[in-house]
């Protein structure tokens, strides 16, 4: 039983960091409708902004967070007025190879900056806490807060502001937004704010047991795109209840099957739900 609550505990890290990734990504989809291959650089350019911020300027942890998600929205929202903006009227196909362009050019700035060698990102979070005969690492703890904190925050930004209202109606459908005198470039900027930043934020939080390292992204934006399109392409609570989904699966198949397949459970689970529900888990459009 123990060892069944301890993959619980991991299934729950995993899913906070995935949920986070998930929600900027299908939050971008809605104002764009094609999926942005530059979230996973998004994700590793936070994790590189801390940790210059921590082992170059000796700031803690939680200002290095707060810079790395500053910096990560400052990157998407010029990404979205210099890149996204500019091709608003083109096929979405010249935004897929935009985004990967955009994702290709963090990912070599980041190898001129940094090199190519695998950085471990500093955390006072390094103990253990034992409870009810549970190992419980500090940080993996803290993912879990932080992740379902930050999780809630948006929901509430996204139901109960006016801000966040506008964002939904314009995921829904943005001519109808400009018709009812949304402004859809303020909008814009501000999605892709928010979701640069949720993405730093998760890199932060995960880095510290798993390293910072170029290509990092890659396999963390691959099994957000799995989440978004098994929740349903667009539906925040179905990046969210996807990314736990993930997450779990992962977590018990590593342990009761095998950690060489756990990458693959995400894909094979993708199938099997998806032959049964095409659609997704929840219907399309952010809510």
């Known amino acids: 039983m123990e060892l069944f609550f301890q993959q619980l505990l991991n299934g729950l890290t995993l899913g906070g960091v995935y949920s986070l990734v998930a929600l900027g990504l299908t939050l971008v989809y809605g104002i764009l409708h094609v999926p942005n291959f530059a979230h996973g650089a998004f994700y590793m350019a936070g994790a590189f902004v801390a940790f210059y911020l921590i082992s170059s300027?000796?700031?803690?942890?939680?200002?290095?967070?707060?810079?790395?998600?500053?910096?990560?929205?400052?990157?998407?929202?010029?990404?979205?007025?210099?890149?996204?903006?500019?091709?608003?009227?083109?096929?979405?196909?010249?935004?897929?190879i935009a985004s990967i362009g955009i994702l290709l050019f963090l990912e070599s700035g980041a190898q001129a900056l940094w090199g190519a060698d695998f950085h471990r990102l500093q955390t006072p979070y390094n103990n253990i806490i034992e409870l009810a005969g549970l190992t419980l690492p500090a940080q993996r703890v803290l993912i879990i807060v932080a992740a379902f904190v930050l999780v809630g925050l948006l929901q509430l930004f996204l139901k109960k502001t006016i801000v966040g209202a506008t964002i939904v109606a314009m995921a829904q459908s943005r001519d109808g937004a400009a018709l009812v005198g949304i402004d859809a470039n303020r909008v814009a900027m501000l999605t892709f704010a928010i979701s640069g930043a949720l993405a730093g934020m998760a890199a932060v939080l995960y880095a510290p047991i798993n390293l910072v390292y170029t290509s990092m992204g890659s396999l963390v934006i691959t099994k957000?795109?799995?989440?978004?399109?098994?929740?349903?392409?667009?539906?925040?609570?179905?990046?969210?209840?996807?990314?736990?989904?993930?997450?779990?699966?992962?977590?018990?198949?590593?342990?009761?099957?095998?950690?060489?397949?756990?990458?693959?459970?995400?894909?094979?689970?993708?199938?099997?739900?998806?032959?049964?529900?095409?659609?997704?888990?929840?219907?399309k459009g952010a809510r």
Do not use: C
Not at 59 to 87: C, K, T
Not at 245 to 262: L, P, Q
């Open 224 to 283: 957000a795109f799995v989440i978004i399109v098994l929740g349903g392409m667009g539906s925040v609570p179905g990046a969210i209840a996807g990314g736990l989904i993930i997450g779990f699966a992962e977590a018990f198949g590593a342990f009761y099957i095998s950690t060489d397949y756990k990458d693959i459970i995400a894909f094979v689970l993708l199938v099997v739900i998806l032959s049964f529900k095409p659609e997704g888990l929840f219907s």
């Open 57 to 96: 300027q000796g700031l803690n942890y939680w200002v290095a967070m707060a810079g790395a998600a500053a910096a990560v929205a400052l990157i998407a929202v010029l990404s979205e007025r210099l890149v996204f903006h500019p091709l608003r009227n083109a096929p979405y196909l010249h935004h897929m």
